[in-house]
């Protein structure tokens, strides 16, 4: 089962912020959890792209009431106006690390946050707030992608949980099947294999390497069965997929093709020069998902039972 006591939900007044902002009010009612708004102010920070299609952003000094009337409206929406809201604006040279550290300080159980989705030169200049918060946070995250016509906080009918076998998939099993429960939505158990053949192996006439070991397929769906068996927790309706290519690139090309409304992905947390190295296939999936994505976190709190996980600790926010 689900617990969730405390909500994080970061908010730049932007559009896209208002868009997730109806997700962290529905969850926190469900759960009926308090939910804490937080803006972190930088000075001189270059907000036109933040703020091109906000709201009229409140007065933002320690102190000030933040809910915009876009956000009273959705609490208006969401019969949610006795909701617990802590307010805050704190300031600070850069807002990732003021998200985190809030996080650490009021032991958040999950954090709720719109992303831009920054493309190109522009995400490698100015960085991805959302994606420092996936990396470095002690507990889920939740980004919701701004989009013409917002993702409907309740519509999640197709859930998708990609799997590599590990014991951080796993887990991201477990909470799937508990936001399937909650939802009414039924998984989708996607594994991308990701051998490559030789370039010599093309003079065969065969392009995959489901054509030169069928046992693979055959394999890896029969794991995903264990897995899902010694997951525990509630029935769900599950259909498994297996498919061939590159991870972080197939895995939204499969949530576009297949209807899935909601991705949930566990990341490994890597860190300094070994994800420099590595990359991240959760914070591309991030990046560039036009749906939903609940990171399931591989250290810190989990939201099953509200156990610690201890597979490894999370880097430090600001090395």
Same mark, same amino acid.
């Given at each position: 089962?689900?617990?969730?006591?405390?909500?994080?939900?970061?908010?730049?007044?932007?559009?896209?912020?208002?868009?997730?902002?109806?997700?962290?009010?529905?969850?926190?009612?469900?759960?009926?959890?308090?939910?804490?708004?937080?803006?972190?102010?930088?000075?001189?920070?270059?907000?036109?792209?933040?703020?091109?299609?906000?709201?009229?952003?409140?007065?933002?000094?320690?102190?000030?009431?933040?809910?915009?009337?876009?956000?009273?409206?959705?609490?208006? +929406?969401?019969?949610?106006?006795?909701?617990?809201?802590?307010?805050?604006?704190?300031?600070?040279?850069?807002?990732?690390?003021?998200?985190?550290?809030?996080?650490?300080?009021?032991?958040?159980?999950?954090?709720?946050?719109?992303?831009?989705?920054?493309?190109?030169?522009?995400? $490698?200049?100015?960085?991805?707030?959302?994606?420092? @918060?996936?990396?470095?946070?002690?507990?889920? @995250?939740?980004?919701?992608?701004?989009?013409?016509?917002?993702?409907?906080?309740?519509?999640?009918?197709?859930?998708?949980?990609?799997?590599?076998?590990?014991?951080?998939?796993?887990?991201?099993?477990?909470?799937?099947?508990?936001?399937?429960?909650?939802?009414?939505?039924? $998984?989708?158990?996607?594994?991308?294999?990701?051998?490559?053949?030789?370039?010599?192996?093309?003079?065969?006439?065969?392009?995959?390497?489901?054509?030169?070991?069928?046992?693979?397929?055959?394999?890896?769906?029969?794991?995903?069965?264990?897995?899902?068996?010694?997951?525990?927790?509630?029935?769900?309706?599950?259909?498994?997929?297996?498919?061939?290519?590159?991870?972080?690139?197939?895995? @939204?090309?499969?949530?576009?093709?297949?209807?899935?409304?909601?991705?949930?992905?566990?990341?490994?947390?890597?860190?300094?020069?070994?994800?420099?190295?590595?990359?991240? @296939?959760?914070?591309?999936?991030?990046?560039?998902?036009?749906?939903?994505?609940?990171?399931?976190?591989?250290?810190?709190?989990?939201?099953?039972?509200?156990?610690?996980?201890?597979? +490894?600790?999370?880097?430090?926010?600001?090395?």
């Amino acid at each position: 089962m689900i617990t969730i006591r405390r909500i994080l939900f970061p908010t730049d007044f932007s559009r896209c912020a208002n868009q997730a902002f109806a997700h962290a009010v529905q969850l926190a009612k469900r759960h009926g959890a308090e939910l804490h708004v937080l803006h972190a102010y930088v000075p001189y920070e270059d907000h036109t792209n933040l703020l091109t299609t906000a709201s009229i952003a409140p007065e933002v000094k320690p102190g000030a009431t933040i809910l915009t009337a876009p956000m009273l409206q959705v609490l208006e +929406q969401e019969q949610a106006q006795s909701l617990p809201i802590t307010q805050k604006v704190i300031r600070d040279i850069s807002t990732g690390p003021v998200i985190i550290d809030y996080a650490v300080e009021y032991e958040i159980d999950l954090i709720v946050m719109g992303t831009h989705g920054r493309r190109g030169i522009g995400h $490698l200049l100015l960085g991805s707030v959302a994606e420092e @918060v996936v990396r470095f946070a002690p507990c889920p @995250v939740f980004t919701i992608k701004e989009t013409r016509e917002p993702h409907r906080a309740s519509a999640f009918r197709k859930i998708l949980v990609p799997v590599d076998f590990s014991k951080n998939s796993e887990q991201a099993v477990q909470c799937a099947k508990e936001l399937a429960t909650l939802y009414g939505a039924e $998984l989708q158990l996607l594994h991308i294999v990701e051998e490559q053949l030789h370039p010599a192996m093309y003079a065969t006439g065969r392009s995959s390497i489901f054509e030169f070991m069928p046992e693979i397929e055959i394999t890896s769906a029969k794991e995903i069965e264990r897995m899902l068996k010694a997951s525990g927790g509630p029935d769900v309706a599950a259909e498994i997929h297996i498919r061939e290519g590159r991870a972080s690139r197939d895995i @939204v090309r499969f949530a576009e093709s297949h209807g899935s409304d909601l991705i949930v992905i566990a990341t490994h947390g890597l860190s300094g020069i070994e994800h420099l190295l590595l990359g991240s @296939v959760t914070e591309k999936v991030v990046r560039f998902a036009r749906v939903p994505v609940f990171t399931v976190k591989t250290f810190g709190k989990s939201l099953i039972g509200t156990r610690e996980v201890q597979h +490894q600790e999370p880097a430090e926010a600001h090395s």
